[in-house]
């Protein structure tokens, strides 16, 4: 099946990656000196760093009921636990399963669309994306970076002017992406916005037919596909307030978690970092992360977290000794608790990665299938000017 390959291909893809970021974060740090600097690690910070970070997982549930409670009040239960088994798939399944099996478990148990439950999945990733721009940009104008800061990357210099230029781009990209998400928001421009796109192959004059409507097919349906689904989350907040409380809550969440990786610093020798710098580094790994990675985030949750604290004098070997007890010991728990709340709640675990799995390539097969003869003419049209797809 096409849509499996697809699958297969983006696994693939994100365990190259995750294996060039493991060997370049680990080449040139010898096994033993980070092994014998784990042996130094304090881990009693571990109880209080891991409690802090499931405080943010209980806000985000929180921060969930109020974008479900439009269309379904839900206790807290109901919530939790179809929250915590789709954060335990993201940690062990590739491709981000579990925010696919988060709607399906929960729209199962409370009868409840999957379309609308996946919406407001959507519209979380779109806060913590604005969240984590504006943390990015708020950090770098806050934190002392030395002005003798030089880490050489090939024949790229990252300094304090390089960090300066990026914090003032991240500002102009975050400011365009709030404009960008008010005009999805908006529905006449919405509608404006779609039918530009799904024209933008017309542009090619000397290209042939063909070749327009791949690119119609393989692009421009897709960006219509994402806006339609941006759009249908944001509708599900009918006020300026709702906003507000999602925005604040959404801070809230990513404050707590700098806070856990905060903590865990304090048992690690040689991260003498202010929380600051230590927010600015886990906004920096959040970034990295943010990639197709193998099961787990491997590699690139490290490249990100090494080059973060590089950036603020830590060395490689204290870095890297940081990040993987980090690593451990944020997921760990994460999937300890999903695996009991799968336990509560009866959830096949199994049965329902395999299901979302089926389902995400039937998903890719049928968005690919639009613009196909198989698709009557009518629906083609109403496809073409809406963005809709075939589920």
């Known amino acids: 099946m096409p849509g499996n390959k697809k699958i297969i291909l983006s696994l693939i893809t994100g365990l190259v990656l995750s294996g060039i970021a493991l060997y370049v974060t680990f080449k040139n740090i010898p096994l033993p000196e980070l092994v014998g600097y784990l042996k130094t690690v304090n881990y009693w910070w571990v109880i209080p760093a891991v409690a802090i970070a499931l405080m943010s997982f209980l806000i985000r549930v929180v921060r969930w009921q109020l974008l479900l409670s439009p269309f379904k009040k839900t206790d807290f239960g109901s919530a939790h636990h179809p929250l915590m088994i789709g954060f335990m798939l993201n940690c062990l399944l590739p491709g981000r399963i579990g925010e696919l099996a988060r709607p399906a478990i929960f729209g199962k148990k409370e009868s409840v669309a999957f379309s609308k439950v996946l919406a407001t999945v959507g519209a979380e990733r779109v ?30 210099h990252l300094n304090k002017a390089t960090l300066e230029m990026l914090g003032m781009t991240t500002l102009q990209l975050c400011l365009g992406l709030i404009a960008c998400i008010a005009m999805v928001s908006i529905r006449r421009s919405r509608r404006f916005i779609k039918r530009t796109i799904l024209g933008l192959p017309g542009l090619l004059f000397f290209a042939g037919n063909d070749f327009k409507e791949r690119i119609r097919e393989k692009l421009c349906v897709k960006l219509v596909q994402i806006i339609d689904n941006v759009a249908a989350g944001l509708d599900l907040l009918k006020s300026p307030k709702m906003v507000g409380l999602c925005l604040g809550l959404s801070f809230v969440v990513w404050a707590v978690a700098g806070v856990s990786y905060y903590v865990m610093a304090l048992g690690c020798p040689g991260i003498d970092l202010s929380f600051l710098e230590i927010y600015a580094t886990m906004v920096i790994l959040c970034f990295f992360i943010s990639l197709p990675s193998a099961p787990g985030f491997w590699g690139l949750w490290e490249a990100g977290g090494v080059f973060g604290l590089l950036i603020f004098g830590v060395s490689a070997k204290e870095a890297a000794g940081f990040t993987l007890t980090n690593h451990v010991f944020q997921m760990v728990p994460v999937i300890i608790i999903g695996l009991i709340s799968s336990i509560v709640t009866g959830v096949n675990v199994v049965q329902v990665a395999r299901t979302n799995i089926e389902e995400k390539g039937a998903r890719i097969e049928m968005n690919q299938a639009v613009y196909t003869d198989e698709v009557p003419h009518e629906y083609l049209e109403d496809c073409k000017l809406h963005g809709k797809s075939m589920d």
């Open 127 to 156: 806060f913590d994306v604005v969240v984590l721009l504006l943390s990015f940009v708020i950090v770098l104008t806050a934190v002392e970076i030395s002005p003798t800061l030089d880490l050489r990357f090939g024949n790229y």
